[in-house]
């Protein structure tokens, strides 16, 4: 059973393809780091979480693996690479360092968005992975006017800022990976949230203006900037045009795509084959701001003189100053790869209500201020499985007598792992499901503890579809060792 390994899946972008995957059933594995107040399993399980709430059941854990691709062998010790050589062949790398700040020094992105992917292509060739999927940008044609085609990268553009530039590099690289079987890249055009529910984790470029909108609008009497011009502040006559695109049509894009191996070996721009004008953003942006304030959360002074709105609405010009660049009218971009190849998922328009309902989801939700509280399992089941192993001396069993048995539990504190037995007992366990597994059991978290603690037997759960057994023989005595 091959898995899929993914960088950057508890990233914005990443936790939605991260969805998609599992939900197409395709067997994945992440590549997570800690970080300075969660560690890789909280991230992780934060993320699915979310996921099982929303899609109302229980999900699959992926695999976990720790590391950081800003280290040789992403940061994989001496196990783990063994695991991804023997059971991975492809790769899905989103992991970057996104700011659009034109002033954005380009050390400050080189280090993850270029050697990182330096990191994620050797790290190919290491473990025999011969399918790369990167995630870079449709703006890696920096300022050139357009059309844009998907066949060109470096042609010697202007770029808007050092993002762009990173990226163009970070692609050179993946191109040059000759020695892979297939390399595909995906460039996305202005991911937003989610066009269902306006769901984001990041609120920089698009929401930046509407950000200092409601900053200053907060603090300010409505009649007083009635008049206000976001579009006049950043030197835009209204009628530029944004590529913006939902992140759920990217993720359903990107999955389709790497479902399909003939598609594979392609770039696609994933991108509005319209896109949005920036006056209509700013309507949708000043009414959701204006909704808010109604709506009882604006806490601004009951009056305000001329010289400190002036002065407040100086701040508001700076603050925007520095992401100029980014709202620059953006070119046309073809789309003749992504068209032939799943033209029948066309991107969403992005009109006004779609606007509105992600204007709306980032003043409601305090633009991600303070962040969500991590999600600890209350079981974790992996934890338990190497206690069960620790606990049973087992002799050591001739070749031919030990049997392997695959566990998937779905969601919080789940996993993926083949057993293996001898006639004494549980003697190993590892991660991910295997093609040596002469069964698999499904269940859910709920259900595992539920054995654990005696509610019912496997035989029950059997009877009642709460153990879903795969590849006779059933043996109820294997399920209720691990338990």
């Given at each position: 059973m091959a898995y899929t390994l993914m960088t950057g899946a508890v990233g914005f972008l990443g936790r939605y393809v991260l969805r998609d995957l599992l939900l197409a059933e395709v067997p994945v594995a992440v590549l997570v780091r800690d970080s300075k107040s969660e560690s890789a399993q909280q991230r992780v399980e934060t993320v699915m979480s979310r996921w099982d709430n929303e899609v109302g059941r229980a999900l699959p854990r992926p695999v976990l693996l720790r590391g950081d691709i800003d280290l040789p062998n992403l940061g994989l010790g001496t196990d783990d690479l063994d695991w991804v050589r023997q059971n991975c062949d492809a790769l899905f790398h989103s992991a970057a360092k996104v700011t659009f700040?034109?002033?954005?020094?380009?050390?400050?992105?080189?280090?993850?968005?270029?050697?990182?992917?330096?990191?994620?292509?050797?790290?190919?060739r290491t473990a025999g992975i011969g399918q790369l999927h990167h995630v870079s940008t449709a703006f890696v044609c920096g300022l050139r006017p357009g059309p844009i085609l998907e066949s060109e990268l470096d042609l010697g553009q202007e770029y808007g800022n050092n993002y762009e530039k990173s990226k163009v590099a970070a692609e050179k690289i993946v191109h040059a990976a000759q020695d892979l079987d297939s390399v595909t890249i995906y460039r996305p055009a202005i991911i937003v949230g989610d066009s269902q529910t306006g769901y984001t984790t990041t609120f920089h470029g698009f929401y930046l203006p509407l950000r200092i909108t409601h900053t200053l609008l907060s603090r300010v009497q409505l009649f007083d900037v009635s008049d206000i011009d976001l579009l006049d502040r950043l030197g835009l006559d209204g009628t530029e045009r944004k590529n913006v695109v939902p992140v759920d049509w990217v993720s359903a894009m990107m999955t389709y795509l790497i479902t399909h191996p003939q598609l594979h070996g392609q770039t696609y721009h994933l991108t509005s084959s319209t896109g949005v004008a920036c006056r209509l953003m700013q309507d949708a942006f000043l009414a959701a701001v204006r909704t808010s304030a109604e709506q009882g959360s604006y806490d601004g002074p009951v009056?305000?003189?001329?010289?400190?709105?002036?002065?407040?609405?100086?701040?508001?010009?700076?603050?925007?100053?520095?992401?100029?660049?980014?709202?620059?009218?953006?070119?046309?971009?073809?789309?003749?790869?992504?068209?032939?190849?799943?033209?029948?998922?066309?991107?969403?328009?992005?009109?006004?209500?779609?606007?509105?309902?992600?204007?709306?989801?980032?003043?409601?939700?305090?633009?991600?201020?303070?962040?969500?509280?991590?999600?600890?399992?209350?079981?974790?089941?992996?934890?338990?499985?190497?206690?069960?192993?620790?606990?049973?001396?087992?002799?050591?069993?001739?070749?031919?007598e030990i049997r392997c048995v695959g566990l998937q539990v779905n969601g919080s504190g789940g996993g993926q792992w083949h057993l293996r037995f001898n006639r004494n007992g549980l003697i190993a366990v590892e991660p991910g499901l295997t093609a040596d597994c002469v069964s698999i059991y499904y269940l859910n978290s709920n259900t595992f503890v539920a054995l654990a603690q005696g509610r019912f037997t496997a035989e029950e759960a059997i009877a009642t579809g709460r153990v879903v057994a795969f590849g006779p023989p059933f043996r109820s005595e294997e399920l209720m060792q691990i338990v």
């Open positions: 700040n034109a002033d954005t020094p380009e050390e400050d992105l080189w280090d993850t968005n270029v050697r990182g992917t330096e990191n994620v292509v050797a790290l190919c009056s305000i003189d001329l010289e400190s709105l002036a002065q407040l609405e100086e701040t508001f010009i700076s603050q925007l100053e520095v992401y100029r660049s980014h709202w620059r009218n953006d070119p046309t971009f073809d789309v003749r790869n992504t068209l032939a190849a799943v033209g029948l998922l066309p991107c969403p328009e992005i009109d006004r209500t779609m606007l509105d309902i992600l204007s709306q989801y980032a003043i409601r939700t305090n633009f991600g201020w303070p962040r969500p509280k991590a999600v600890t399992a209350d079981f974790d089941v992996g934890q338990h499985l190497h206690r069960v192993v620790s606990t049973q001396a087992s002799p050591p069993t001739p070749a031919g």
